[in-house]
């Protein structure tokens, strides 16, 4: 089924005890993408500038994914840089440039229009809603990500937005920031009143919570020993879930609950190297592997 995303493509600068990058693809949908592509063919609503070349297009050519609505205009692209401390739990945003992304209106191709299963990345909720007012067939499902920028600055449309969503999924901090209550599960009531049946909250090394209105899935984060670069584990989640939900066609239970592992194991390749490198070179072999040893880490006797 088809899976469309909206969403930033960038430049980053990163900078971990491990390393440090000027400058490599990254920008939420270009995760998402990636990693969503392993199980659907994804196509991508963003804005680039002329510094997005042949090169960073490469990446994700040979793959299921349709840059038909990937608009390349003058100018630079969104650049971000960020360094994260020793232990790899924080990270300081060292510059955000908007360039191209600050006149982003979305315009969806003719061809993108039926589809089914929706990601809007975490861009103004505006435009967000903008995306979907443009796809004609009623989707499958509507996943949505913010961050306290939007919640704080433009909280009545990110309001507005959340009324046509079904999947939220963000982080813990967001979670209590946008609800004002602290216990997750109460603030999962809160996120219920406005649209979405299904919360998914992301909690970094710690994995990942699901809170639906009818039932309540955990999934841990990968154990690995070593973590090269976080950038981008979040997006890979929302890709590898999304992506596994669009494969499987349908959304009850027992998908949610794979897609939640799905997100789980994507996240944990994309944090092995630096930017997007680990998620181009995965085998959908190494996924299933390590989608099995997520069910023998949990498994126990009652
Ligand atoms: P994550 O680590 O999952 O939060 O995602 C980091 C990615 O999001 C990086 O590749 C950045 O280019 C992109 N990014 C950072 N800040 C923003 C923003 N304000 N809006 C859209 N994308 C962003």
């Known amino acids: 089924m088809s899976l469309l995303v909206v969403g930033s493509v960038a430049f980053d600068a990163i900078e971990t005890p491990f390393g440090k990058v000027d400058r490599t693809l990254g920008g939420a949908a270009s995760y998402f993408a990636l990693a969503a ?3 659907a063919p994804v196509r991508v609503v963003a804005i680039v500038g002329e510094d997005f070349t ?5 990446v994700f050519r040979n793959r299921r994914i349709d840059l038909t609505g990937v608009e390349r205009v003058a100018g630079k692209s969104f650049f971000w840089a960020g360094r994260y401390s020793q232990n790899l739990n924080e990270r300081t945003t060292l510059a955000t440039e908007l360039n191209v992304f600050a006149n982003f209106r979305p315009t969806l191709p003719d061809v993108y229009c039926d589809s089914s299963f929706i990601f809007l990345g975490n861009i103004d909720p505006t435009l967000q809603r903008s995306v979907l007012s443009q796809v004609k067939c009623k989707p499958k499902v509507v ?6 920028y939007w919640i704080e600055r433009t909280p009545a449309e990110l309001r507005d937005t959340l009324k046509h969503t079904q999947i939220l999924m ?3 901090d967001e979670t209590r920031q946008l609800t004002g209550e602290h216990n997750l599960l109460r603030a999962a009531k809160h996120v219920f009143k406005m649209g979405p049946r299904t919360l998914v909250i992301k909690r970094g090394e710690h994995g990942a919570l699901m809170v ?8 841990p984060g990968f154990p690995l020993e070593e973590v090269h670069d976080p950038t981008g584990a979040g997006d890979s989640f929302a890709g590898g879930f999304m992506g596994y ?3 499987a066609g349908r959304v009850n239970e027992q998908t949610l609950r794979s897609a939640m592992v799905y997100g789980s194991v994507l996240g944990s390749f994309a944090v092995e190297r ?3 490198e680990r998620l181009t070179t995965l085998k959908l072999a190494e996924i299933t592997r390590r989608a099995r040893l997520f069910s023998k880490l949990t498994s126990f006797k009652l």
């Open 143 to 148: 996943g949505l990500d913010t961050m306290n």
């Open 170 to 172: 963000i982080n813990d």
């Open 274 to 276: 630096f930017g997007v």
């Open 245 to 247: 939900l669009a494969k």
């Open 37 to 39: 592509s392993y199980f």
């Open 212 to 219: 639906h209105d009818k039932f309540i899935f955990s999934v």
């Open 54 to 58: 042949e090169k960073e297009r490469a």
